[in-house]
C-alpha cells in the first residue's frame, strides 16, 4: 500500500457520471459569473466542483480563480523574507544542532504561519472553511483543472481533492522510530501499545487524504497567466526555455495547503480536537473497506498544514515547511496546537540515496524541529516530510519533479515526465533514480535524470501538474477519465 503515492491514487468508479451531468448548465453559469470564457474547455477548468452539490447544500466551496491582474507590488506581510537565514552548504557539513532556533529557522516558519492565519476562524471550523478575502480584499486563489477527474477531483464542501492514501503508521509512527524502507503491509509489528487490533481491523485499507491549497495573490498572478479565462495553459519562455506563462512563481508567493484525514481520534489519539470538516469523500466497501467511487459527505479531520514559499536566497527558489496538529499541545486555538515540523529548500543531494552510502554527508537542506515529541514522521533519510506523506519521498524531492508535457498532450509519469511519486527502489539504494529525485534543481533546469528533455518545469507546482494533466486529458478525449470501482 506504501505505493498508493500522495496524490494521483486515482481511486475510481460510478462518479464518472456525475463529472460529465456536472457540465450542463450550472457550471456554464459558474465560468461566466467569474467573467471567464465560456469555451467548453473554460467551463471544465473553473468549475467549482466535480461533484454536484445537492439542491440545498449548506455550505459550499466557490473556486477563487478571480486572479490579480497585475503583479502584485513587494510583498511587505511577507516577513519571513528579511529573516536572516542561511542556504548556505558547508564541506564539510556543520553539525549544526541548534540550527532550528539560532539558524532562526522556527522563527521563518513561525511568520509564514502567522500570514497563513490571519484573518481566518481560529478553530478553521467546517461551517467557516478556509476564508478566501482577508482584510477586504481576495488573500487566496485556487489552481483551476482540479474539479474534472470524477475519482479525485474537488469535492463540493470544501474543494478538496483526494491524495495518496495514509496508513496509521504514517500517522503514528511506532514508538516514535522511523518506519522500516519495507513496511509495505500493515503487519503485527507496527503495531503501537495504545492502538487496538480493532483499529487496524476497521481500515485494512489505510485512511484517505483530502486536501485543499491556496496561492497568495503574487502565486495567483502567476496561475493566471499560467492559465488564463479561456482555460488553456499558454506556454511562454523564461531565460530561453519554455515554462508556462508567469512562471517561475515570482518572490511573494505563499501556498499554504490543508490536509485533512478520515482516521478517527481513537486509533491516532493527537487528532482530538482538530477541526471536522465535512467532505464529500468516497464511501467504504462496507466488506472490503475498499474506496469506493461514490461519495458521500463524511468527517475528515484536519491533521497538517502544509505551506510553500518562494524565496531568491534558496537554491531551488523555495522553501517547503509542514506543521502537524496536536491535540496534545496547550494552545487555545487550532492554529496554537499545530507542531513545526520543519523546513526543507532542496533535495539535499549529498546525502545517500542521491550518493552512495559511504559518501552520504549529514543532511545540509532539511531543517527539523528537533522536539518532536508525540511522533517522528520525517522523509527519505530524515529528509522533511508529514504524517500524511510518503515516508520514502520528501517536500522537495517530490515536488522538484513537477514537471509537463506539453499542453494538450498526456503525462505520463516516467515515460515523459519525472516519476514523481516514486519508482522501484525509492529511498532504498544509490541509483540513477534516486541520484535525479534528489537533486536540487531551479528552473528552468530540465528533471537531471535527462530522460525527460521535453518536459517543461512547472516550478515545484504540483496542482498545476494536476492542472496540465486534466487539460490534456480534455484534450485528447473531451471527456474526464471516468471513476472505476475497485473489482
Ligand atoms: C510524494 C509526493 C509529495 C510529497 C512528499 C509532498 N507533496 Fe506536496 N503535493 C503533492 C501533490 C501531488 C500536490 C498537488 C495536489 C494537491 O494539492 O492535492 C501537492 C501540493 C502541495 C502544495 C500546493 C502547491 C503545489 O505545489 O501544488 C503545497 C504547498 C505542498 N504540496 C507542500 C508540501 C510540503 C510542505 C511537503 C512536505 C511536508 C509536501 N508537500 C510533500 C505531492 C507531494
Known amino acids: 500500500m506504501k505505493h498508493a503515492y500522495r496524490g494521483f491514487a486515482r481511486a475510481s468508479g460510478l462518479a464518472a457520471l456525475f463529472g460529465l451531468v456536472a457540465l450542463g448548465t450550472t457550471s456554464c453559469k459558474q465560468a461566466e459569473a467569474q467573467g471567464g470564457g465560456n469555451s467548453p ?232 480536537g482538530s477541526p471536522e470538516w465535512r467532505v464529500n469523500r468516497h464511501v467504504q466497501n462496507p466488506n472490503t473497506k475498499e474506496y469506493m467511487c461514490k461519495r458521500e459527505v463524511q468527517v475528515s479531520r484536519i491533521v497538517q498544514i502544509d505551506v510553500a514559499v518562494t524565496d531568491p536566497r534558496s537554491p531551488s527558489g523555495w522553501v517547503y515547511g509542514t506543521y502537524a496538529y496536536n491535540g496534545t499541545l496547550k494552545g487555545a486555538t487550532f492554529w496554537d496546537r499545530l507542531m513545526p515540523l520543519g523546513v526543507q529548500w532542496g533535495a539535499d543531494p549529498w546525502t545517500f540515496p542521491a550518493v552512495p552510502k559511504r559518501d552520504s554527508l549529514p543532511l545540509q537542506q532539511s531543517v527539523a524541529n528537533p522536539k518532536i515529541d508525540i511522533f517522528q514522521h520525517m522523509g527519505c533519510q530524515g529528509r522533511l516530510a508529514g504524517p500524511v506523506d510518503n515516508p520514502q519521498s520528501s517536500c522537495m524531492s517530490c515536488h522538484s519533479s513537477a514537471y509537463a508535457a506539453k499542453p494538450g498532450s498526456l503525462s505520463v509519469m516516467g515515460t515523459n515526465v519525472p516519476p514523481s511519486f516514486g519508482f522501484d527502489g525509492l529511498c532504498t539504494a544509490y541509483s540513477a533514480e534516486n541520484a535525479a529525485y534528489f537533486q536540487t534543481t531551479r528552473p528552468p533546469q530540465s528533471y537531471s535524470s535527462g530522460h525527460y528533455p521535453n518536459a517543461m518545469s512547472l516550478d515545484t507546482s504540483l496542482q498545476l501538474e494536476v492542472a496540465y494533466q486534466e487539460y490534456g486529458q480534455y484534450a485528447t478525449t473531451k471527456a474526464p477519465k471516468p471513476c472505476k470501482d475497485p473489482s
Open 41 to 272: 474547455a473554460a467551463q471544465f477548468a473553473f468549475r467549482n466542483s466535480a461533484d454536484t452539490p445537492p439542491p440545498d447544500p449548506g455550505r459550499i466551496f466557490k473556486l477563487s480563480a478571480d486572479y490579480p491582474k497585475a503583479m502584485p507590488g513587494p510583498c511587505a506581510e511577507c516577513e519571513w523574507l528579511k529573516i536572516p537565514v542561511s542556504f548556505e552548504a558547508n564541506f564539510p557539513p556543520k553539525e549544526s544542532p541548534h540550527a532550528w532556533t539560532q539558524g532562526r529557522w522556527s522563527e521563518y516558519l513561525a511568520s509564514i504561519l502567522r500570514y497563513v492565519r490571519q484573518g481566518q476562524d481560529p478553530n478553521l471550523r467546517d461551517e467557516v472553511g478556509f476564508l478566501v478575502d482577508v482584510g477586504g480584499s481576495t488573500r487566496w486563489f485556487n489552481v483551476p483543472w482540479m474539479a474534472f477527474d470524477p475519482s479525485v477531483g474537488r469535492e463540493y464542501r470544501h474543494g478538496t481533492t483526494n491524495e495518496r492514501t495514509a496508513e496509521l503508521e504514517d500517522l503514528v509512527g511506532p514508538d516514535g522510530k522511523p518506519l522500516p524502507a519495507d513496511a509495505d503491509s500493515i503487519g503485527a509489528a507496527h503495531f503501537l501499545p495504545h492502538m487496538t487490533t480493532a483499529c487496524k481491523q476497521r481500515y485494512p485499507r489505510g485512511f484517505e487524504t483530502w486536501s485543499v491549497g491556496y496561492y497568495n495573490p503574487h502565486g495567483g498572478y502567476a496561475i493566471g497567466k499560467a492559465i488564463p479565462k479561456d482555460g488553456v495553459p499558454r506556454v511562454g519562455e523564461y531565460m530561453g526555455s519554455p515554462m508556462p506563462d508567469g512562471l517561475p512563481f515570482p518572490v511573494g508567493t505563499a501556498v499554504m495547503k490543508v490536509l485533512t484525514t478520515n482516521a478517527p481520534v481513537d486509533c491516532v489519539p493527537f487528532l482530538a
